[in-house]
């Protein structure tokens, strides 16, 4: 089985890339399934369905997104067996900028637009620096100037990154990418010797566990306090 | 980005190290090496600490440091080798054979390519972009210099292949003309007078001048298109231009497709604009998805070319009264006959 972890900041794409591409491996006839996970609302499985493609999604709801996914990797896993699944795709939307879903021995592809500022591409972090593939939408509606310096940057910070413009509306490019979902490495042995590329952001507190008092009397835990000049 | 140096890593932070050098995060990132980006230590004694807690080798660390810099780099400085694209023809939207087998480009030459709403121009611009390789619905193929380019696909930097222009596209940033094109002209490794060539080309092409310190949303549609024709020209090192339909374009049309041949373009531009389509020496007709006939520009259109570029100056003459208040004469049609000895 091939896992595939997607992941990109909110609206830059990434279910209508995913949508256009798992179309082509279908048709391709291999077995491809998606698991969403998002924080609060995900309509995007619908629209998963619609398209014919076997979809499941997680909500994180009060927990930590990043360790919500992680400690139900297992849980997608048992899903496409179950399914018979030859590829299984896990598209995160919940994810922070710190965060990265990205597994080692899995293909990583980050989606990112064109519109969302030249600053972009430095203030992600792992999830765009320690990806194979990233994945640059909306190339459509700005000009040639500023694709190019967008891909350049995301080059900067990536440097052996893949990049691939898609169109996620027409599809232009998805075929391109099904083609990398092709060659992406297989799963080697089960899931006690997969690695995350990156550590999960460290979190417990009183926060974590439902404060909503603000002040330093209710912060118990791990805490960083802003230094300020 | 500038070879990093044994100097440069003893005197500079981390933090500002990781500002000129943006791809030393990821290369932190991925050999696991924790920092804190604000920290004030210099890179050797981070991995001086690193290696000896984990017994690694920070001048491996280094080295492969040095040879992504120096990878991009030559990304930045690269200049495609380009001369010839070739079109082949595969199948129409029932799966028959095209009736153009074939089309040759070289560097200067300009293709207009024509045809109804829905007959194949997108995706004729689509396989080129793709560099097909009979692998798209259409089942083309597109040759570089006799060869596939699959290879070439997705070469960024200086290799690009393809840049694309189309009414679709707006200039998005939150800054001045020569802010992106500051920007896009290091992007590419070129010397920074070229941000104002690149002003004074696209003021040529635009009826209305603009200034570097303009902001890029202000531009009107017709300057924005004078800019990237420009910015596409001058700036972009790809030897390809595919241009999707940009008639409205308020630009002086001629002076646009001269200045990207200047530069030894190989130009494809798909419309519906007769002016547009006659500028081009030949002109490729689609129908229900295939090339269906390549048609010479003949002596009697190339006549008929330079009748409609007065049409367009006579309407440009009207829109221009028209916009200062002054009233409006009907055309001496027989006066133009006789001037310009029409039938």
Known sequence: MQLITVAGPPSSGKTSVLIKTLEALMADGIAAGVIKFDCLVADDDAVYRSAGVPVQKGLSGVLCPDHYFVSNIDRVLEWSGRRQLAMTVIE?????????????????????????????PKKIGPMLKLADVVVVTKGDIVSQAEREVFAFRVQSVAPRARIIRVNGRSGQGAHALAEMFKA??????????????????????????????????????QFRKLNID | MQPLTDEILARTSLASLLADYPLLESALLETGIEFDPAEEVTLPAKLAQWAALRGQSAEAFLAQLRERIDELNNLLGATVSLTRLAILAGRDKSGQPEQVTQIALQRGDLLAIVGPTGSGKSRLLADIEWLATGDTPSGRTILADGRTAADRRFASGGEQLIA????????????????????????????AGLVQDTIAAANDLSGEPFSGATPLTSLSGGQTRALMVADTALVCRS?????????????????????????????????????????????????????????????????????????????????????????????????????????
Request: net charge negative.
């Open chain 1, 92 to 120: 995160s939307a919940g994810l922070c900028n710190r965060c990265s879903p990205h597994i080692k021995g899995s293909l990583a592809v980050c989606v990112l637009d064109n519109v969302s500022g030249l600053h972009t």
């Open chain 1, 184 to 221: 992406a490495p297989a799963l080697q042995g089960d899931l006690a010797a997969l690695r995350l590329r990156f550590p999960m952001p460290a979190a417990l507190c009183s926060y974590c566990l439902g404060e909503t008092r603000v002040g330093p009397d209710y912060q118990i835990g």
């Open chain 2, 164 to 191: 694309q222009l189309s009414q679709t596209m707006s200039f998005v940033l939150d800054a001045t003309v020569e802010e992106l094109l500051g920007l896009h002209v290091e992007s590419r490794g070129m010397a």
């Open chain 2, 239 to 343: 030897p390809i231009v595919l241009i999707d339909e940009i008639e409205n374009a308020g630009i002086d049309r001629r002076a646009a497709f001269n200045l990207l041949l200047s530069q030894e373009k190989i130009v494809l531009s798909a419309t519906h604009d007769p002016l547009l389509a006659l500028l081009a020496p030949r002109r490729l007709c689609m129908r229900h998805g295939a090339m269906h006939s390549l048609h010479e520009r003949t002596g009697e259109e190339e006549a008929l070319l330079a009748d409609l570029e007065r049409l367009d100056d006579i309407h440009a003459a009207i829109r221009t009264r028209l916009r200062l208040g002054e009233r409006l004469n009907a055309i001496d049609f027989a006066q133009l006959r006789r001037e310009h000895s029409w039938p």
